[in-house]
């Protein structure tokens, strides 16, 4: 399984951005979705994540309200609409996939998931 995150960019504050991650495989839409993000000189943080069974998703406190995330099993794709940017949103982000059928309070952990994308760096000025 491979994983492409882009659309990543430099925004203005109170600007949108949205991150898109395609995922290679047969068995996207068995997979838990999950965002992250690092800043520098911060541990990589969880920001949103959708859980294949249910659909249910969930955000990070600072994120909710402003960020969606979605996706598109047709398209192998995950989706991240950054709304309302900050600059403390500044960070590369990573898309990642979790296999199996996670309870809920496993999609928070970043040593749950199974793959990684590479990062798409969000840069948000003031």
């Known amino acids: 399984v491979q994983l492409q995150a882009s659309g990543g960019g430099l925004v203005q504050a109170g600007g949108s951005l949205r991150l898109s991650c395609a995922v290679s495989?047969?068995?996207?839409?068995?997979?838990?979705m999950g965002w992250f993000r690092q800043a520098p000189g911060k541990e990589r943080e969880f920001v949103a994540a959708?859980?294949?069974?249910?659909?249910?998703?969930h955000y990070a406190g600072s994120v909710k309200g402003r960020f969606t995330i979605s996706r598109d099993n047709a398209k192998n794709t995950v989706y991240l609409q950054m709304n309302s940017l900050k600059p403390e949103d500044t960070a590369v982000y990573y898309c990642?996939?979790?296999?199996?059928?996670?309870?809920?309070?496993?999609?928070?952990?970043?040593?749950?998931?199974?793959?990684w994308g590479q990062g798409t760096q969000v840069t948000v000025s003031s």
């Open positions: 495989g047969r068995t996207f839409s068995s997979y838990t």
């Open positions: 959708h859980r294949w069974q249910g659909g249910s998703t």
């Open positions: 990642a996939a979790q296999s199996g059928r996670p309870i809920v309070t496993m999609v928070f952990d970043a040593r749950r998931y199974d793959y």
